[in-house]
């Protein structure tokens, strides 16, 4: 697949939206299943709202949740990167259309989940710094994102939207697959936050490299050993 | 959740400072001229490519308006000045003597990697003097001229207001019980200390008007104790407080010296230094003389005296402890545009903290990238988020999230805004929120 080819722009499926024609669309990657650590497929049905699940996309060093909004409707608008310019995020896929997925890294200043420790979650049932329920935050500085509204800021000292992943479901057998993302300046410079912690835990190079195949997708809890309830 | 009535109330004293503590104010260098010192020669610079912005100071305030006002008008040619040649930051310094983090986590951190990764010049001299008609800022390493100067250079004691005149005993307290909020070698001497605290009393100080950060030395307190009912040792922590009490987070300090540290800590509220016996080890207040085995005399607090030196400080009638004569809003030099202060040196009654230098300085970097294409900009509010480890065994914090509001009638700041919040509640999140906290900011000032 030729990545750098803009296929959701020429689709139409952004102006199906009804505004921000101009938006830059999701860039598409290689579309990769979401699959269990034993290689079985994540279907739909399988994603609880309790907390976020983690999978690395569309780089193995770049961490996404997929989050189910449960009774939530998710929406589509035009959003701001400062390092990518304007998108539209996705819309929400699965039976519902309730199922979402964004680059887990605080757009603030750059938490993000790591298996000691993260300080950016999901809080599906509300908390102390983030206020009402089914929100994002971060306990580092308090950004908290709305993940139904394409994970824009809510409050807090972050001033963009956390990047989106695109999802596609096949209804024949409801298994999730990540399709695209926006993100590839933003990428770079949190590659140049982290290099020395990134080669340590990928090796060198590695957690620049394109996930292929399929990837691993597992609860937060099961990913991190520490998720601060903030 | 938290009780924000009871925050206004308590910690109130921080605001009160700059503005209701003026009557007694003592300051009268408001307008001593600066002094044109040249080094000479010019500094070994390039020549600038654009309008030239010098940063005083490779702290919080300066490393952060360097990087985004670079960010923000790629034009400005931007030079950072800063004596020191390796860093090592205040913040989360308690920490480390208890511990939890290692010194690696506060200065590990290159300012050359900072200059390199933000497109400016790191530039390792101390500052000597200023012609703010020449526009040159003089250092022991050349002359440099600016269009736009900011001076950040954090704060000086005051040794005078706790009743410490003589230069014998204000030297031993320097270099014997340091207060531990401004060089990183008060930082490894503390370390020591309460690393090798075998017994006995140790006393934490806490000083009147507006210290740089308001809870640390509660919270080093805390960690103190935490260690000593840890090991076992036969010994107590007392604090005592210039103030009649906790200046912020009262009611979680409170609940950790009293369910956490009982007869290991004690705490005495409206106790001021008056006097140090440093012979006999004996603090002298009013009404009281405190023994002690070791201390952390932490003396009140004033702008750095590179401020008095370079003729910019505020009048008594504005600050009451030797703060910068600075446009409330837009952080200038009263009457002077191209000369800025911020930082723990501005006579704002903000806290004196990490968290609020970095967002000032966020807003500093728009308002110079604004005026350097003749523009001016709407004042926004800094933003105050501070952790307090209370517990090291486990690592318990809690927090204050704070934002300030600007009285245009008065041209001051007058208080905090409705939406602060404190989290009294001590929990092992935010103490864990409190290391990513840290590393928020390093990045945020060291990196791209």
Redo the contacts between chains.
């Keep these: 697949m030729d990545r750098r080819c803009f296929t959701q722009w020429c689709s139409g499926a952004v102006l199906a939206q009804g505004f921000a024609s101009w938006a830059a669309p999701i860039e598409d990657y290689a579309s990769i299943p979401l699959v269990h650590p034993d290689g079985a497929p994540i279907k739909a049905s399988e994603v609880g709202t309790d907390e976020a699940m983690v999978f690395a996309y569309p780089l193995k060093g770049i961490p996404c949740y997929l989050i189910n909004l449960g009774d939530r409707e998710p929406t589509t608008q035009t959003l701001t990167s400062p390092d990518d310019g304007d998108y539209t995020n996705p819309p929400g896929v699965g039976p519902k259309g309730n199922l979402v997925a964004f680059v887990a890294i605080c757009t ?4 993000y989940p790591t298996p000691v ?1 993260s ?1 950016l979650r999901y809080a599906a049932g509300g908390s ?2 983030g206020g009402g329920p089914g929100r994002i935050v971060c ?4 950004s908290v994102y709305d993940p139904a509204q394409g994970a824009a800021r809510i409050s807090g ?1 972050t001033q963009n939207p956390l990047m989106p992943v695109r999802l596609s479901h096949d209804t024949a057998t409801d298994q999730l697959s990540a399709t695209g993302a926006v993100g590839r300046k933003f990428f770079e ?1 949190f590659f ?2 982290y290099k020395g912690e990134l080669i340590e835990r990928f090796g060198p190079g590695v957690y620049r490299q394109e996930v292929q195949g399929s990837t691993v997708t597992v609860p937060l809890s099961t990913y991190s050993r ?1 998720v ?3 | ?1 938290s009780d924000r009535r009871g925050f206004l109330k308590s910690s109130g004293l921080a605001l009160a400072a700059g503005a209701a503590g003026v009557a007694a104010g003592t300051s009268g260098c408001a307008t001593a001229a600066a002094p044109a010192v040249s080094s000479g020669r010019m500094a070994d610079l390039p020549k600038a490519k654009g309008p030239r912005l010098v940063v005083v100071g490779g702290g919080t305030s300066g490393l952060t308006i360097a990087k985004y006002a670079k960010k923000e008008f790629p034009k400005f040619d931007v030079v950072l000045v800063e004596k020191r040649d390796m860093y090592s930051s205040c913040f989360t310094s308690n920490l480390w003597y208890a511990g939890l983090i290692t010194l690696e986590n506060l200065a590990n951190h290159s300012f050359l990697d900072a200059a390199v ?1 933000n497109h400016y010049v790191y530039f390792n001299a101390t500052v000597t003097g200023l012609d703010r008609a020449g526009k040159v800022l003089a250092t022991n390493e050349g002359d440099i001229k600016y269009d736009y100067l900011v001076i950040a250079p954090g704060i000086s004691y005051d040794y005078d207001k706790i009743g410490v005149t003589d230069v014998d005993t204000r030297t031993a307290l320097r270099q014997i019980y340091p207060g531990g909020f401004v060089s990183p070698t008060e930082h490894v001497t503390l370390n020591r200390k309460i690393r090798e605290f075998e017994g006995g009393v140790f006393i934490q100080t806490v000083p009147s008007g507006n210290y740089r950060c308001l809870p640390a030395p509660y919270e080093r307190a805390c960690l103190i104790a935490s260690l000593i009912k840890h090991n076992k040792i036969k010994g107590k922590v007392v604090i005592l407080d210039a103030n009649p009490e906790v200046t912020i987070k009262a009611k979680g300090f409170h609940a950790a010296f009293d369910e956490l540290y009982k007869g290991i800590l004690e705490y005495k509220p409206g106790v001021a230094v008056k006097g140090v016996d440093v012979a006999k080890r004996t603090i002298e207040t009013d009404f009281d003389s405190y023994q002690f085995d070791d201390a952390a005399i932490y003396p009140n607090v004033r702008a750095s005296t590179l401020i008095e030196q370079l003729g910019l400080l505020a009048p008594s009638t504005k600050s009451n402890q030797k703060e910068a004569n600075i446009d409330t809003r837009f952080y200038n030099i009263i009457g002077d545009t191209s000369v800025y202060v911020t930082g723990d040196s501005r006579p704002h009654p903000y806290s004196k903290s990490a ?1 609020t230098s970095n ?1 000032e300085a966020h807003y500093v970097a728009k308002v110079l990238a604004a005026r350097a294409q003749g523009k001016e900009i709407a004042w926004s509010t800094p ?1 105050t ?1 501070c952790y307090s480890v209370v517990n090291a065994f486990p690592m318990q914090a809690i927090s204050v ?1 704070a934002h300030y509001v600007y009285d245009a009638g008065k041209d001051a700041i007058t208080g905090f805004s409705p939406d602060t919040k404190v ?1 009294d509640n001590r929990d ?3 103490g ?2 409190t290391l ?2 840290a ?3 390093y ?2 000032m060291f ?2």
């Design positions: 603030h200043q750059l938490s420790a300080y102390e710094l306990c580092a500085h308090g000292p410079r140049q936050n520490q601060p309830a903030c | 959740m990764n968290n967002t933003e988020i999230k989290f092992a999140a935010k864990q929120a990513e906290w590393k928020g900011l990045r945020d990196n791209a």
